[in-house]
């Protein structure tokens, strides 16, 4: 019988070699093609417009289990190579996401190049509306940073391929209650991984960043009881969720060194890394920032080293690609929650994963992605 496990192994390792070949001699000279070569990369689309100053990419990574959607990101990257390496990066991020969570979408992202502050305006977003429009539906785009829901709907002037857009305009509106309610079960299950069941009654937890996604975290944790502590760059957000939820304000210098059972990075990316390694005391890390692990391979493999279960980030935090999601199919938001509460089976299956493969749990989840690609990729092979 025909082993398809061998078969993914086999195509997995030619795509490699074609991959190191490629970035052993072409990459210097084609940096471009190459680069998109080297994950496999569907399409780049360049965009320049010098009325309005715009000058954005658009990257398709895969568009296997349905249309790219992803992000505008808006930056001031000091060169083009830069905004490239960002948006290829973040569009492969987009596959793997959506196909761990289960949709019917494929991964995409686009950045336009320049600072919002002094260039972003309504010509700039209609020019790249009109980029986004030609790809015919290919590429969905959404909100990222430096965008608002102002301006998804500025973009939407001159393309329907667009999600996230305000509830008075039909849309979905803040994701961050989906997002916060999938961080919370993906804990559960995380907790049910390590300590034998799903209660976080009792539990310390570190909540740092307590913006959108943080606070409606804390309001679920100190629900069910947790003892929360919370940490924020902004003394107006701690004061307030300090007081409405009775969680304790620790500052940066100390948090780390806590006697906590669960990290929550809720703010920024790369937090764990040496340093914080090196003094964390969790059993847990879960949250819903993006690129948690400052190395993925380096603090992939440390954290099990430490006895610390990692929750894969792009798991844990799918909450608000399966908001935007279901804006595209006429939004309902207990429809969006009930998708979110799966991300608890998606947790707990990826951990089981891990453990039976014996890889790290970055890993599994990077695995359960490209199970679900290959697997979709044969049903779409078949006439
Ligand atoms: P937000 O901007 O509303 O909140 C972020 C909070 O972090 C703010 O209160 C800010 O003051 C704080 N912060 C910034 N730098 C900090 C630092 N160095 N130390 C401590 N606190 C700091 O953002 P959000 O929507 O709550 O998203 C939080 C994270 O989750 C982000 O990394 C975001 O990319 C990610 N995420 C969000 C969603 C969503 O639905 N909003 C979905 C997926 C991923």
């Given at each position: 019988?025909?082993d398809w496990a061998i078969w ?11 991959v ?5 001699s072409?990459?210097?000279k084609?940096p471009?093609?190459a680069?998109?070569?080297l994950?496999?990369h569907?399409?780049v689309v ?6 309005t100053?715009?000058k954005a990419?658009?990257?398709i990574h895969n ?10 990101r808006?930056?001031?990257y000091n060169?083009e190579m830069?905004a490239?390496n ?5 569009s492969?991020?987009?596959?793997y996401?959506s196909?761990?969570a ?8 686009a950045?336009i ?5 002094k ?5 700039l ?7 986004v429009n ?10 990222d940073v ?8 500025i973009i939407?002037?001159?393309t329907d ?5 305000p509830?008075n305009m039909?849309?979905s509106g803040?994701?961050?209650p989906v997002t ?5 079960v993906?804990?559960k299950?995380?907790a049910?991984e390590?300590?034998?069941?799903d209660?976080l009654n009792?539990?310390?937890v570190?909540v ?9 975290l804390v309001?679920?944790?100190t629900?069910e009881?947790a003892?929360?502590y ?5 003394e107006?957000?701690l004061?307030?969720?300090a007081?409405?939820y009775?969680?304790?304000v620790?500052s940066?210098?100390?948090m780390?060194?806590l006697d906590?059972d669960?990290?929550a990075p809720c ?5 764990v890394?040496?340093d ?12 819903a920032a993006n690129n ?15 006895g610390?279960?990692?929750a894969?980030?792009?798991?844990v935090n799918a ?6 999601f279901?804006e595209?199919?006429?939004y309902n938001?207990s429809?969006?929650m009930?998708?979110?509460?799966k991300?608890?089976d ?7 994963l891990?453990k039976?493969?014996g890889?790290p749990?970055y890993m599994a989840?990077?695995?359960l992605g490209e ?9 779409n092979?078949v006439l």
């Open positions: 019988m025909w993914a192994n086999f195509t997995a390792l030619l795509k490699h070699m074609e190191t070949t490629l970035a052993g072409d990459l210097a084609n471009v093609i680069q998109m070569g994950h496999n569907e399409q360049f965009c320049n417009d010098n009325a100053g715009l990419i658009i990257a568009t296997i289990l349905g249309p790219a959607l992803g992000g505008t808006m930056w001031h060169n830069e490239l960002d948006v290829l990066r973040l492969r991020g987009m596959t996401k196909s761990v289960g949709l019917n979408l494929g991964g995409g992202k950045v190049i320049g600072d919002a502050k260039i972003k305006n309504e010509a977003l209609r020019r790249f509306g009109k980029f030609s790809l015919g539906g290919k590429y969905i785009t959404a909100e430096a965008m608002t829901s102002r301006d998804m709907e939407r002037m001159e391929h667009v999600s996230g857009l509830e039909g849309g803040d994701p961050s916060a309610f999938g961080v919370y993906s804990m299950a995380s049910r390590v300590w034998g069941n209660g009792g539990k310390k570190l740092q960043g307590i913006g959108h996604v943080g606070e409606v309001k679920h944790l629900e009881g003892k929360v919370i940490n924020d760059i902004s107006e957000r004061k307030a969720v007081a409405a009775k969680a304790e620790v940066a210098d100390k780390f060194d906590i669960v990290y703010a920024l990316g790369a937090t890394n040496d914080t390694l090196s003094r964390l005391k969790c059993k847990i890390i879960c949250g948690q692990l400052a190395d993925e391979k380096l603090h992939g493999e440390a954290v099990g080293r430490q610390i279960l990692y894969p980030d792009f798991v909450g608000g690609i399966i908001n935007v279901y595209l199919e006429g938001r429809r969006a009930a998708h979110a509460e991300i608890y998606t947790t707990w299956n990826l951990f089981q891990a039976k493969e890889i749990t989840a990077n695995r199970q679900r690609l290959e697997a979709i990729a044969r049903i092979a």
